[in-house]
Nanobody, 119 residues
Framework: VQLQAYGGGLVQPGGSLRLSCAAA????????MGWYRQAPGRERELVAT???????NYGDSVKGRFTISRNNAQNTVYLQMNSLKPEDTAIYYC??????????????WGKGTLVTVSS
């Protein structure tokens, strides 16, 4: 299973970006999907997660500004980021919790996409 993230880049404060992450390969079932981020000198932190039933969870710093969604038919997770702030600058990593036919769960991570918020 491979994950490829798209959509990072440079944006001015107050602007918006939309990240997407597509999973490909031998996929049976996906439970959780989500995004984490890591800024220079800081630990990786939760941005948002979404379950297969589309229950969502957000990190406190992004609540009300970011929205996570998924397309199960395309094994893709999205992150709409609005009202971006310089402190949102980080490498954003997507992940999935893949479930095998035998019910085993395994997490897969993308390589990350850089988001820079700066004027």
């Amino acid at each position: 299973v491979q994950l490829q993230a798209y959509g990072g880049g440079l944006v001015q404060p107050g602007g918006s970006l939309r990240l997407s992450c597509a999973a490909a390969g031998s996929i049976f079932s996906i439970n959780h999907m989500g995004w984490y981020r890591q800024a220079p000198g800081r630990e990786r932190e939760l941005v948002a997660t979404i379950t297969d039933a589309e229950f969502t969870n957000y990190g406190d710093s992004v609540k009300g500004r970011f929205t996570i969604s998924r397309n199960n038919a395309q094994n893709t997770v999205y992150l709409q980021m609005n009202s971006l702030k310089p402190e949102d600058t980080a490498i954003y990593y997507c992940y999935i919790e893949h479930i095998t036919p035998r019910g085993h769960a395994m997490d897969y991570w993308g390589k990350g996409t850089l988001v820079t918020v700066s004027s």
